[in-house]
């Protein structure tokens, strides 16, 4: 079953923020943030397992409520580089048994 | 240089015609699976490897087979195409650990079926 992802677009000025959110209705193991640039393969942004951890990366950074079983990603002093779609991937268990399963995508459209 | 390849890049084909996506990488990744990519659906997994011999189905299998005879091999075959398997493929790989590691993502296989 496909997490949720939100907004599924959003469009921002350079240097203005912006959340990505990423809900599952079952329990995850850990959650996988890529982005896509558009004719591109997908990229790997960052990896959290759960426990809560919130990692980062230059400006953009996430986090991971067990509970809730949801992710959220920011992006901090948005770049014209960072425009692309973005998915979350979200993994059940841990020895990758049941494969990682991605949410739609959210575009992100940074306009100078 | 790390890397995960698909071949071909695009492909036309008609209805019914066998075709084969292979994919190859080479970081002695234990961990491989077909994802397929239409506007509005995001990235659907189709099969995936756990490691050579151990293939298991995805989200959306239907129309799809696949084989890993070798570790760094994981071939989608289509016996019989059909106009609504048009769509943007992805193979990718990683390590499989004790969970998920970094997935690499091969360059993408746009396939129309007419």
């Known amino acids: 079953q496909q997490p949720v992802q939100s907004p599924q677009a959003v469009i921002l000025r350079e240097g203005e923020d912006a959340v990505i959110n990423c809900s599952s209705s079952k329990a995850l193991y850990s959650v996988h943030w890529y982005r896509q640039k558009h004719g591109e393969a997908p990229v790997f942004l960052m990896i959290l397992l759960k426990g809560g951890e919130q990692k980062g990366h230059e400006k953009i950074s996430a986090s991971f409520n067990e509970k809730k079983q949801q992710s959220s990603l920011y992006l901090t002093a948005s770049q014209l580089s960072y425009s692309g779609t973005y998915f979350c991937g979200t993994e059940r268990s841990g020895g990758g048994a049941d494969g990682l399963t991605f949410g739609k995508g959210t575009h992100l459209i940074i306009q100078p | 240089e790390a890397q995960v390849t698909q071949n071909p890049r695009y492909l036309i084909t008609v209805t019914g015609k066998k075709l084969t996506v292979t994919c190859s990488q080479n970081m002695n990744h234990e961990y491989m699976s077909w994802y397929r990519q239409d506007p509005g659906l995001g990235l659907r997994q189709i099969y995936y490897?756990?490691?050579?011999?151990?293939?298991d189905k995805g989200d959306v299998p239907e129309g799809y087979k696949v084989s890993r005879k070798e570790k760094r091999n994981f071939p989608l075959i289509l016996e019989s195409p059909s106009p609504n398997q048009t769509s943007l493929y992805f193979c990718?790989?990683?390590?499989?650990?004790?969970?998920?590691?970094?997935?690499?993502f091969g360059q993408g296989t746009r396939l129309t079926v007419v």
């Open positions: 990718a790989s990683s390590l499989s650990r004790g969970g998920f590691t970094e997935a690499f």
């Open positions: 490897s756990m490691n050579v011999e151990v293939t």
